[in-house]
């Protein structure tokens, strides 16, 4: 999923909910192109999801170059509900040369 256009300084986009970014993300595995939107746990394929990683790609402007982050989630189900536990404490910054070159591959292959 991508949300694109510019960013002023200091400026911010809300993504949306964990939700709603994972029940997009389903739909779009599922090959469902309906606007409605299913619950995590309604999905089939939702209940097979036991962890995701959500990563932040962006272009620095003056640099033109590549900048990101990720973080891995964890679902954890107790008492028929789905909750998110971080797997780790901090967001990974993707700094390296050869982890943004295989960010540019990745995204030019989703075009």
Known sequence: MTRQGPVGPGKLVDMGSFEGILAYALHEKAGDKSTGEKNLEESSL???????????????????????????????RARGKACLR???????QIVSAR?????????????
């Open 46 to 76: 939702g209940r097979k999801i036991h962890q995701f990683e959500i990563t932040i790609i962006g272009m620095y402007g003056s640099e033109d170059a590549l900048i990101g982050a990720s973080r891995r989630f964890e679902i954890v």
């Open 86 to 92: 971080s797997a780790t404490v901090e967001t990974r």
């Open 99 to 111: 982890e943004r070159k295989q960010l540019a591959k990745e995204i030019a292959e989703q075009l």
